[in-house]
Protein backbone atom coordinates (compact mmCIF):
# COMPACT_ATOMS: atom_id res chain seq x y z
CA UNK A 1 0.00 0.00 0.00
CA UNK A 2 1.26 3.55 -0.28
CA UNK A 3 0.88 4.48 3.09
CA UNK A 4 3.93 2.07 3.68
CA UNK A 5 5.74 3.95 1.07
CA UNK A 6 5.11 7.15 2.86
CA UNK A 7 7.42 6.10 5.81
CA UNK A 8 10.10 5.07 3.47
CA UNK A 9 12.59 8.14 3.26
CA UNK A 10 10.26 10.10 0.54
CA UNK A 11 12.53 13.30 0.21
CA UNK A 12 15.76 10.92 -0.67
CA UNK A 13 16.48 12.11 -3.82
CA UNK A 14 15.83 15.95 -2.93
CA UNK A 15 14.58 16.72 -6.56
CA UNK A 16 13.68 20.34 -7.10
CA UNK A 17 12.43 21.81 -10.56
CA UNK A 18 14.02 25.64 -10.68
CA UNK A 19 13.89 26.38 -14.60
CA UNK A 20 11.22 26.40 -18.07
CA UNK A 21 12.64 23.42 -20.02
CA UNK A 22 15.05 22.16 -17.81
CA UNK A 23 12.32 20.06 -15.45
CA UNK A 24 11.40 18.50 -18.99
CA UNK A 25 14.80 16.68 -19.08
CA UNK A 26 15.87 15.49 -15.97
CA UNK A 27 15.03 16.67 -12.04
CA UNK A 28 17.84 18.32 -10.61
CA UNK A 29 19.36 16.30 -7.50
CA UNK A 30 21.14 16.76 -4.35
CA UNK A 31 22.15 13.10 -4.75
CA UNK A 32 24.30 11.69 -7.55
CA UNK A 33 22.82 7.93 -9.13
CA UNK A 34 26.23 6.73 -8.09
CA UNK A 35 25.66 6.75 -4.08
CA UNK A 36 21.77 6.50 -3.76
CA UNK A 37 21.06 3.17 -5.62
CA UNK A 38 23.85 1.65 -2.78
CA UNK A 39 20.50 0.74 -0.65
CA UNK A 40 18.29 -1.63 -2.33
CA UNK A 41 15.57 0.13 -0.31
CA UNK A 42 16.47 2.96 -2.39
CA UNK A 43 14.37 1.60 -5.04
CA UNK A 44 11.70 1.47 -3.03
CA UNK A 45 11.38 5.13 -1.91
CA UNK A 46 12.58 6.33 -5.58
CA UNK A 47 9.00 4.76 -7.01
CA UNK A 48 7.60 6.92 -3.45
CA UNK A 49 8.37 9.83 -4.38
CA UNK A 50 6.94 9.33 -7.94
CA UNK A 51 3.76 8.19 -6.32
CA UNK A 52 3.75 11.13 -3.53
CA UNK A 53 4.56 13.79 -6.39
CA UNK A 54 0.81 13.43 -6.63
CA UNK A 55 0.40 14.62 -3.11
CA UNK A 56 3.22 16.68 -1.51
CA UNK A 57 4.75 19.72 -3.22
CA UNK A 58 8.23 20.05 -2.12
CA UNK A 59 10.82 18.03 0.27
CA UNK A 60 10.15 19.63 3.74
CA UNK A 61 6.46 19.94 4.16
CA UNK A 62 3.37 21.32 4.26
CA UNK A 63 5.71 24.04 2.94
CA UNK A 64 9.54 24.58 2.92
CA UNK A 65 12.40 23.42 -0.21
CA UNK A 66 9.36 23.30 -2.99
CA UNK A 67 9.45 21.10 -6.33
CA UNK A 68 7.97 24.21 -8.13
CA UNK A 69 9.91 27.81 -7.74
CA UNK A 70 7.89 30.78 -8.78
CA UNK A 71 4.52 30.66 -6.83
CA UNK A 72 3.47 30.11 -3.56
CA UNK A 73 4.39 26.18 -2.77
CA UNK A 74 0.77 25.34 -1.54
CA UNK A 75 -1.20 26.69 -5.11
CA UNK A 76 1.64 24.08 -7.04
CA UNK A 77 0.47 21.05 -5.54
CA UNK A 78 -0.86 18.33 -8.11
CA UNK A 79 -4.44 17.61 -7.04
CA UNK A 80 -5.07 21.44 -6.36
CA UNK A 81 -3.97 22.91 -9.87
CA UNK A 82 -5.34 20.19 -11.97
CA UNK A 83 -8.95 20.53 -10.20
CA UNK A 84 -8.77 24.30 -10.13
CA UNK A 85 -8.13 23.83 -14.06
CA UNK A 86 -11.16 21.31 -14.60
CA UNK A 87 -13.77 23.18 -11.67
CA UNK A 88 -13.37 26.89 -11.94
CA UNK A 89 -14.24 27.53 -15.36
CA UNK A 90 -16.61 25.45 -15.73
CA UNK A 91 -20.51 25.74 -14.36
CA UNK A 92 -19.63 23.89 -11.02
CA UNK A 93 -17.25 26.18 -9.32
CA UNK A 94 -16.05 29.40 -8.60
CA UNK A 95 -13.38 30.64 -6.03
CA UNK A 96 -13.47 34.08 -4.41
CA UNK A 97 -9.99 34.38 -3.51
CA UNK A 98 -7.89 38.01 -5.37
CA UNK A 99 -4.89 35.95 -5.91
CA UNK A 100 -3.44 37.19 -9.18
CA UNK A 101 -4.52 34.67 -11.89
CA UNK A 102 -7.39 33.45 -9.84
CA UNK A 103 -10.35 35.59 -11.25
CA UNK A 104 -9.39 34.68 -14.89
CA UNK A 105 -10.04 30.68 -14.34
CA UNK A 106 -13.25 31.60 -12.69
CA UNK A 107 -13.94 33.47 -15.86
CA UNK A 108 -12.50 31.68 -18.66
CA UNK A 109 -10.29 35.20 -19.24
CA UNK A 110 -6.58 33.44 -18.72
CA UNK A 111 -3.58 34.52 -20.47
CA UNK A 112 0.02 32.77 -21.33
CA UNK A 113 1.15 34.36 -18.63
CA UNK A 114 -1.55 33.36 -15.37
CA UNK A 115 0.84 32.02 -12.78
CA UNK A 116 -1.92 29.08 -12.06
CA UNK A 117 -1.69 27.69 -15.60
CA UNK A 118 2.09 27.60 -15.71
CA UNK A 119 2.04 25.74 -12.14
CA UNK A 120 -0.35 23.24 -13.57
CA UNK A 121 2.07 22.31 -17.24
CA UNK A 122 5.23 22.25 -14.79
CA UNK A 123 3.62 20.21 -12.08
CA UNK A 124 2.49 18.02 -14.75
CA UNK A 125 5.91 17.96 -16.44
CA UNK A 126 7.97 17.70 -12.93
CA UNK A 127 5.98 14.38 -12.33
CA UNK A 128 7.05 13.60 -15.99
CA UNK A 129 10.55 14.05 -15.41
CA UNK A 130 10.32 12.01 -11.80
CA UNK A 131 9.36 8.97 -13.97
CA UNK A 132 11.65 9.43 -16.47
CA UNK A 133 14.76 9.89 -13.87
CA UNK A 134 13.65 6.71 -12.02
CA UNK A 135 13.44 4.73 -15.83
CA UNK A 136 16.88 5.65 -16.42
CA UNK A 137 18.06 4.40 -13.08
CA UNK A 138 16.32 1.19 -13.25
CA UNK A 139 17.15 -0.14 -17.08
CA UNK A 140 18.37 -3.85 -17.34
CA UNK A 141 22.13 -2.36 -17.81
CA UNK A 142 22.44 -0.64 -15.02
CA UNK A 143 21.16 -2.87 -12.54
CA UNK A 144 23.23 -5.78 -13.88
CA UNK A 145 26.32 -3.25 -13.35
CA UNK A 146 24.66 -2.59 -9.63
CA UNK A 147 23.51 -6.68 -9.58
CA UNK A 148 20.61 -6.06 -8.66
CA UNK A 149 18.77 -9.69 -8.99
CA UNK A 150 16.53 -11.74 -7.87
CA UNK A 151 13.67 -11.43 -5.88
CA UNK A 152 14.51 -6.90 -5.42
CA UNK A 153 14.72 -7.69 -9.63
CA UNK A 154 11.36 -8.57 -9.86
CA UNK A 155 9.84 -5.73 -7.62
CA UNK A 156 12.47 -3.14 -9.39
CA UNK A 157 10.48 -4.58 -12.81
CA UNK A 158 6.99 -3.86 -11.45
CA UNK A 159 8.26 -0.61 -10.05
CA UNK A 160 9.27 0.40 -13.93
CA UNK A 161 5.78 -0.79 -15.07
CA UNK A 162 3.92 1.81 -11.87
CA UNK A 163 6.13 4.46 -12.89
CA UNK A 164 4.90 4.24 -16.69
CA UNK A 165 1.77 4.49 -15.72
CA UNK A 166 2.41 7.39 -13.40
CA UNK A 167 4.23 9.06 -16.44
CA UNK A 168 1.16 8.71 -19.21
CA UNK A 169 -1.10 9.62 -16.28
CA UNK A 170 0.54 13.20 -16.25
CA UNK A 171 0.90 12.74 -19.88
CA UNK A 172 -2.96 12.82 -20.16
CA UNK A 173 -3.57 16.12 -18.45
CA UNK A 174 -1.60 17.60 -20.46
CA UNK A 175 -3.19 16.79 -23.58
CA UNK A 176 -6.26 17.50 -22.04
CA UNK A 177 -5.63 20.88 -20.47
CA UNK A 178 -2.96 22.05 -23.00
CA UNK A 179 -3.13 20.02 -26.47
CA UNK A 180 0.46 19.26 -27.94
CA UNK A 181 3.39 19.00 -25.97
CA UNK A 182 6.44 17.78 -25.59
CA UNK A 183 7.02 14.20 -25.53
CA UNK A 184 9.74 13.49 -23.37
CA UNK A 185 10.88 10.09 -22.18
CA UNK A 186 13.75 8.24 -20.45
CA UNK A 187 15.75 7.93 -23.55
CA UNK A 188 15.14 11.42 -25.10
CA UNK A 189 18.16 12.96 -25.85
CA UNK A 190 19.29 15.64 -22.99
CA UNK A 191 21.51 17.88 -25.92
CA UNK A 192 18.60 19.92 -26.85
CA UNK A 193 15.26 21.18 -25.57
CA UNK A 194 11.64 18.99 -26.82
CA UNK A 195 10.23 19.92 -29.54
CA UNK A 196 6.43 19.91 -29.62
CA UNK A 197 4.56 16.74 -30.61
CA UNK A 198 1.20 16.73 -32.10
CA UNK A 199 -1.77 15.99 -29.74
CA UNK A 200 -2.07 12.40 -31.47
CA UNK A 201 1.22 11.44 -30.84
CA UNK A 202 1.11 11.96 -27.37
CA UNK A 203 -2.42 10.24 -27.09
CA UNK A 204 -0.79 7.15 -29.37
CA UNK A 205 2.52 7.41 -26.63
CA UNK A 206 0.28 6.79 -23.58
CA UNK A 207 -1.97 4.40 -25.31
CA UNK A 208 0.93 1.86 -26.08
CA UNK A 209 2.35 2.73 -22.84
CA UNK A 210 -0.46 1.18 -21.24
CA UNK A 211 -1.34 -1.47 -23.22
CA UNK A 212 2.41 -2.37 -22.93
CA UNK A 213 2.65 -2.12 -19.44
CA UNK A 214 -1.17 -3.80 -18.25
CA UNK A 215 -0.14 -7.58 -17.37
CA UNK A 216 3.08 -6.44 -15.59
CA UNK A 217 0.65 -4.92 -12.91
CA UNK A 218 -1.63 -6.86 -10.17
CA UNK A 219 -5.05 -7.59 -11.64
CA UNK A 220 -6.02 -7.35 -7.74
CA UNK A 221 -6.34 -4.10 -6.32
CA UNK A 222 -4.08 -2.71 -3.99
CA UNK A 223 -4.74 1.07 -2.74
CA UNK A 224 -3.20 3.91 -3.60
CA UNK A 225 -1.05 2.27 -6.16
CA UNK A 226 -1.48 1.80 -9.97
CA UNK A 227 -3.35 -1.98 -10.92
CA UNK A 228 -4.61 -2.99 -14.03
CA UNK A 229 -8.09 -1.20 -13.18
CA UNK A 230 -6.29 1.88 -13.10
CA UNK A 231 -5.24 1.51 -16.03
CA UNK A 232 -8.24 0.11 -17.95
CA UNK A 233 -9.78 3.16 -16.11
CA UNK A 234 -7.15 5.85 -17.87
CA UNK A 235 -7.69 4.05 -21.42
CA UNK A 236 -11.18 4.52 -20.89
CA UNK A 237 -10.94 8.00 -20.10
CA UNK A 238 -8.62 8.68 -23.33
CA UNK A 239 -10.79 6.98 -25.73
CA UNK A 240 -13.79 8.78 -24.69
CA UNK A 241 -12.15 11.86 -25.43
CA UNK A 242 -10.21 10.45 -28.06
CA UNK A 243 -11.98 12.52 -30.91
CA UNK A 244 -11.44 15.93 -28.58
CA UNK A 245 -7.78 14.35 -28.49
CA UNK A 246 -7.31 13.05 -32.05
CA UNK A 247 -10.20 14.13 -34.32
CA UNK A 248 -11.33 10.35 -35.10
CA UNK A 249 -13.98 9.07 -32.07
CA UNK A 250 -13.09 5.69 -30.20
CA UNK A 251 -16.34 4.95 -28.66
CA UNK A 252 -16.44 0.93 -28.87
CA UNK A 253 -12.67 1.06 -27.51
CA UNK A 254 -13.79 3.29 -24.90
CA UNK A 255 -16.76 0.67 -23.84
CA UNK A 256 -13.99 -2.51 -24.02
CA UNK A 257 -12.28 -0.45 -21.66
CA UNK A 258 -14.94 0.53 -19.00
CA UNK A 259 -15.93 -3.17 -19.34
CA UNK A 260 -12.62 -3.90 -18.14
CA UNK A 261 -12.67 -1.59 -15.43
CA UNK A 262 -16.23 -2.78 -14.46
CA UNK A 263 -14.75 -6.38 -14.74
CA UNK A 264 -11.91 -6.13 -12.15
CA UNK A 265 -12.27 -8.09 -9.17
CA UNK A 266 -12.24 -6.52 -6.19
CA UNK A 267 -14.40 -3.28 -6.95
CA UNK A 268 -17.67 -2.40 -6.00
CA UNK A 269 -19.79 0.31 -5.71
CA UNK A 270 -20.10 1.68 -2.11
CA UNK A 271 -23.14 1.48 -0.32
CA UNK A 272 -22.40 4.92 1.06
CA UNK A 273 -22.14 7.83 -1.47
CA UNK A 274 -21.34 9.84 1.62
CA UNK A 275 -17.85 7.27 2.55
CA UNK A 276 -16.45 8.04 -0.53
CA UNK A 277 -15.29 12.09 0.49
CA UNK A 278 -14.76 11.01 4.20
CA UNK A 279 -11.71 10.81 6.20
CA UNK A 280 -11.32 7.15 6.16
CA UNK A 281 -12.55 6.43 2.11
CA UNK A 282 -9.61 4.41 1.44
CA UNK A 283 -11.73 1.71 3.45
CA UNK A 284 -14.70 2.13 -0.23
CA UNK A 285 -14.32 -0.57 -2.30
CA UNK A 286 -15.55 1.85 -5.34
CA UNK A 287 -12.23 4.06 -5.26
CA UNK A 288 -10.13 2.46 -8.21
CA UNK A 289 -7.01 5.23 -7.89
CA UNK A 290 -7.12 7.65 -5.43
CA UNK A 291 -4.02 10.32 -4.25
CA UNK A 292 -3.78 9.74 -0.92
CA UNK A 293 -2.86 12.04 2.48
CA UNK A 294 -3.18 11.56 5.85
CA UNK A 295 -2.33 14.20 8.88
CA UNK A 296 0.78 12.87 9.67
CA UNK A 297 2.98 12.34 6.45
CA UNK A 298 1.64 14.40 3.70
CA UNK A 299 0.72 17.58 4.75
CA UNK A 300 0.51 20.19 1.91
CA UNK A 301 -1.26 23.18 1.74
CA UNK A 302 -2.57 21.74 -1.95
CA UNK A 303 -4.62 18.37 -2.28
CA UNK A 304 -7.34 17.92 0.14
CA UNK A 305 -6.54 19.94 2.46
CA UNK A 306 -7.25 23.17 0.35
CA UNK A 307 -10.31 21.39 -1.14
CA UNK A 308 -11.68 20.90 2.51
CA UNK A 309 -10.66 23.79 4.33
CA UNK A 310 -11.71 26.40 1.27
CA UNK A 311 -15.37 24.65 0.78
CA UNK A 312 -15.85 26.14 4.38
CA UNK A 313 -16.94 29.82 5.59
CA UNK A 314 -19.78 31.97 6.34
CA UNK A 315 -21.86 30.31 9.13
CA UNK A 316 -20.52 26.96 8.58
CA UNK A 317 -18.24 25.54 11.89
CA UNK A 318 -15.44 24.08 11.11
CA UNK A 319 -15.30 21.33 13.80
CA UNK A 320 -18.54 19.63 11.79
CA UNK A 321 -16.00 19.01 8.48
CA UNK A 322 -13.28 17.94 10.71
CA UNK A 323 -10.96 20.86 10.59
CA UNK A 324 -9.99 23.76 12.22
CA UNK A 325 -10.49 26.62 10.44
CA UNK A 326 -12.37 27.77 7.16
CA UNK A 327 -10.68 29.70 4.45
CA UNK A 328 -13.69 31.28 2.83
CA UNK A 329 -13.16 30.33 -0.75
CA UNK A 330 -14.97 27.63 -2.68
CA UNK A 331 -18.56 28.12 -3.69
CA UNK A 332 -21.33 26.31 -6.16
CA UNK A 333 -22.37 28.61 -9.10
CA UNK A 334 -26.15 28.38 -9.36
CA UNK A 335 -26.60 26.66 -12.59
CA UNK A 336 -25.85 22.69 -10.64
CA UNK A 337 -27.73 23.79 -8.21
CA UNK A 338 -31.15 22.41 -9.75
CA UNK A 339 -29.50 19.31 -11.27
CA UNK A 340 -30.88 17.51 -8.45
CA UNK A 341 -34.59 15.71 -7.95
CA UNK A 342 -36.46 15.17 -4.68
CA UNK A 343 -34.95 12.72 -2.59
CA UNK A 344 -31.32 12.75 -3.92
CA UNK A 345 -28.97 12.61 -1.57
CA UNK A 346 -25.63 13.72 -3.15
CA UNK A 347 -26.97 17.13 -2.71
CA UNK A 348 -27.28 16.62 0.73
CA UNK A 349 -23.77 18.65 1.24
CA UNK A 350 -24.46 22.24 -0.20
CA UNK A 351 -24.88 24.45 2.11
CA UNK A 352 -27.54 27.37 1.67
CA UNK A 353 -27.94 28.05 6.18
CA UNK A 354 -26.05 31.59 6.22
CA UNK A 355 -25.40 32.19 2.55
CA UNK A 356 -27.04 35.21 1.42
CA UNK A 357 -28.35 33.84 -2.21
CA UNK A 358 -27.99 30.66 -4.60
CA UNK A 359 -26.34 32.89 -7.27
CA UNK A 360 -22.91 34.31 -7.11
CA UNK A 361 -23.50 37.83 -7.16
CA UNK A 362 -20.31 38.52 -6.31
CA UNK A 363 -17.07 36.40 -6.89
CA UNK A 364 -15.24 37.46 -3.78
CA UNK A 365 -18.18 37.39 -1.47
CA UNK A 366 -18.25 34.37 0.01
CA UNK A 367 -21.65 34.48 0.89
CA UNK A 368 -23.09 34.75 -2.39
CA UNK A 369 -23.42 31.20 -3.69
CA UNK A 370 -24.14 27.92 -2.05
CA UNK A 371 -21.45 26.20 0.36
CA UNK A 372 -20.59 23.09 -1.27
CA UNK A 373 -17.78 20.83 1.29
CA UNK A 374 -18.31 17.43 -0.57
CA UNK A 375 -14.72 16.36 1.15
CA UNK A 376 -14.75 15.99 4.96
CA UNK A 377 -12.29 15.52 7.26
CA UNK A 378 -14.59 13.32 9.22
CA UNK A 379 -14.77 9.36 9.12
CA UNK A 380 -17.74 7.31 8.25
CA UNK A 381 -18.13 6.15 11.90
CA UNK A 382 -18.19 9.88 13.02
CA UNK A 383 -15.10 10.88 14.36
CA UNK A 384 -12.28 13.35 12.89
CA UNK A 385 -9.13 12.62 10.98
CA UNK A 386 -5.57 12.46 13.04
CA UNK A 387 -5.12 16.30 12.31
CA UNK A 388 -7.03 19.41 12.04
CA UNK A 389 -5.15 21.45 9.95
CA UNK A 390 -4.04 17.97 7.32
CA UNK A 391 -7.16 15.71 6.67
CA UNK A 392 -6.60 12.31 5.82
CA UNK A 393 -9.01 12.14 3.09
CA UNK A 394 -7.37 10.82 -0.12
CA UNK A 395 -8.52 12.29 -3.44
CA UNK A 396 -10.98 9.65 -5.73
CA UNK A 397 -9.13 10.58 -9.05
CA UNK A 398 -10.38 7.48 -10.05
CA UNK A 399 -13.72 5.38 -8.83
CA UNK A 400 -16.30 2.52 -10.32
CA UNK A 401 -19.08 4.92 -11.05
CA UNK A 402 -17.06 7.26 -13.39
CA UNK A 403 -16.58 3.58 -15.10
CA UNK A 404 -20.32 2.91 -15.22
CA UNK A 405 -21.46 6.66 -16.51
CA UNK A 406 -18.38 6.19 -19.29
CA UNK A 407 -19.69 2.69 -20.43
CA UNK A 408 -23.22 4.14 -21.09
CA UNK A 409 -22.12 7.13 -22.58
CA UNK A 410 -20.10 4.97 -24.89
CA UNK A 411 -22.95 2.81 -25.40
CA UNK A 412 -25.26 5.95 -26.22
CA UNK A 413 -22.80 7.25 -28.98
CA UNK A 414 -23.01 4.08 -30.71
CA UNK A 415 -19.83 2.23 -29.07
CA UNK A 416 -22.12 -1.20 -29.27
CA UNK A 417 -22.34 -2.98 -26.14
CA UNK A 418 -26.11 -2.93 -24.16
CA UNK A 419 -28.43 -0.48 -23.58
CA UNK A 420 -29.76 -1.95 -20.97
CA UNK A 421 -26.76 -3.03 -19.33
CA UNK A 422 -25.91 0.90 -19.40
CA UNK A 423 -29.37 1.82 -18.15
CA UNK A 424 -28.74 -0.46 -14.86
CA UNK A 425 -25.27 1.18 -14.72
CA UNK A 426 -27.01 4.47 -13.86
CA UNK A 427 -29.84 3.43 -12.22
CA UNK A 428 -27.47 1.55 -9.67
CA UNK A 429 -26.09 4.93 -9.28
CA UNK A 430 -29.40 6.93 -9.02
CA UNK A 431 -31.22 3.94 -6.67
CA UNK A 432 -27.96 4.08 -4.14
CA UNK A 433 -28.46 8.03 -4.21
CA UNK A 434 -31.89 7.97 -3.55
CA UNK A 435 -32.91 9.40 -6.55
CA UNK A 436 -36.05 8.34 -9.21
CA UNK A 437 -34.83 5.90 -11.55
CA UNK A 438 -35.36 6.38 -15.42
CA UNK A 439 -36.38 4.24 -18.68
CA UNK A 440 -34.74 3.81 -21.67
CA UNK A 441 -36.12 6.71 -23.42
CA UNK A 442 -34.91 9.18 -20.90
CA UNK A 443 -31.20 7.66 -21.23
CA UNK A 444 -30.20 10.41 -23.75
CA UNK A 445 -26.98 12.26 -23.76
CA UNK A 446 -27.86 15.48 -22.14
CA UNK A 447 -29.49 13.07 -19.81
CA UNK A 448 -25.78 11.34 -19.31
CA UNK A 449 -23.56 14.48 -19.10
CA UNK A 450 -26.12 15.80 -16.33
CA UNK A 451 -25.93 12.67 -14.11
CA UNK A 452 -22.29 13.15 -14.30
CA UNK A 453 -22.84 16.66 -12.66
CA UNK A 454 -25.13 15.02 -10.28
CA UNK A 455 -22.41 11.58 -9.14
CA UNK A 456 -19.22 13.72 -10.02
CA UNK A 457 -19.68 17.22 -8.89
CA UNK A 458 -16.85 18.48 -7.44
CA UNK A 459 -14.13 16.05 -8.48
CA UNK A 460 -12.33 17.43 -11.10
CA UNK A 461 -14.13 16.42 -14.21
CA UNK A 462 -16.44 18.74 -15.34
CA UNK A 463 -13.85 20.49 -17.91
CA UNK A 464 -13.23 17.44 -19.81
CA UNK A 465 -16.72 16.42 -19.73
CA UNK A 466 -18.10 20.16 -21.39
CA UNK A 467 -15.36 20.03 -23.97
CA UNK A 468 -16.14 16.84 -25.38
CA UNK A 469 -19.54 17.50 -25.34
CA UNK A 470 -19.02 21.03 -27.03
CA UNK A 471 -19.85 23.44 -24.78
CA UNK A 472 -17.49 24.24 -22.83
CA UNK A 473 -16.88 27.27 -25.02
CA UNK A 474 -19.62 29.20 -27.28
CA UNK A 475 -23.05 29.98 -26.23
CA UNK A 476 -24.82 26.80 -26.33
CA UNK A 477 -24.81 26.31 -22.75
CA UNK A 478 -24.19 29.85 -20.71
CA UNK A 479 -23.46 29.98 -16.46
CA UNK A 480 -22.50 32.59 -14.40
CA UNK A 481 -19.87 34.65 -14.77
CA UNK A 482 -18.68 32.50 -18.02
CA UNK A 483 -16.68 34.79 -20.47
CA UNK A 484 -16.55 37.46 -17.53
CA UNK A 485 -20.20 38.83 -17.22
CA UNK A 486 -22.18 38.09 -14.00
CA UNK A 487 -25.19 36.59 -16.36
CA UNK A 488 -22.29 34.96 -18.51
CA UNK A 489 -21.54 35.29 -21.76
CA UNK A 490 -20.42 33.31 -25.20
CA UNK A 491 -16.88 32.41 -24.93
CA UNK A 492 -14.62 31.77 -27.90
CA UNK A 493 -13.60 27.91 -29.04
CA UNK A 494 -9.67 28.82 -28.28
CA UNK A 495 -10.11 28.55 -24.65
CA UNK A 496 -10.98 24.60 -24.91
CA UNK A 497 -7.10 25.30 -24.27
CA UNK A 498 -4.81 26.62 -21.76
CA UNK A 499 -1.61 28.40 -23.16
CA UNK A 500 1.67 26.80 -23.36
CA UNK A 501 2.74 28.93 -20.40
CA UNK A 502 4.56 32.39 -22.02
CA UNK A 503 7.59 31.76 -19.90
CA UNK A 504 7.97 28.43 -21.61
CA UNK A 505 7.47 29.80 -25.14
CA UNK A 506 10.39 32.24 -24.56
CA UNK A 507 12.96 30.08 -23.26
CA UNK A 508 12.61 26.83 -26.01
CA UNK A 509 12.47 27.96 -29.38
CA UNK A 510 11.01 24.71 -30.49
CA UNK A 511 7.53 25.15 -29.19
CA UNK A 512 4.96 27.03 -30.46
CA UNK A 513 1.56 28.59 -28.69
CA UNK A 514 -1.67 27.13 -29.05
CA UNK A 515 -4.16 29.24 -31.23
CA UNK A 516 -5.65 32.43 -30.05
CA UNK A 517 -3.25 33.42 -27.16
Known amino acids: MIRLFRNVAIGALGVVASGCTDLLLEPKSTISAGNVFDEPSSYRAFIAKVYAGLAVTGQEGPAG ?133 TRSQVFDFIVAELNAIRPQLPAAPQYGRAGQGAVNMLLTKLYLNAEVYTGTARWTEARTAAEAVIATPGYSIDASYSRLFGADNNISPEIIFPVTSDGANTRTWGGMTFLIHASCGGDMNSATYGHDGCWWGLRLKSGVIGLYGAGDVRDDFFVSTGQNTDSVRSIPEFRDGRAAPKFRNIRSTGGAGSNSTFPDTDFPMFRLADAYLMYAEAVVRGGGGSRAQALTYINNLRTRAGAATIGDAQMTLDFILDERARELLWEGHRRTDLVRYGVFTGSTRIWEWKGGTRAGTSTQAFRNLYPIPAAEITANPRLTQNTGY
Open 65 to 197: NADIQGIDEGFSQYVRVIWKANELPTDEAVLGWGDTGLPELNTQLWSSNNPFVTAAYYRIFFQVALANEFLRETTDDKLDRRGVSGALRTEVEGYRAEARFLRALSYWHAIDLFGGVPLVTETSSKAEAPAKA
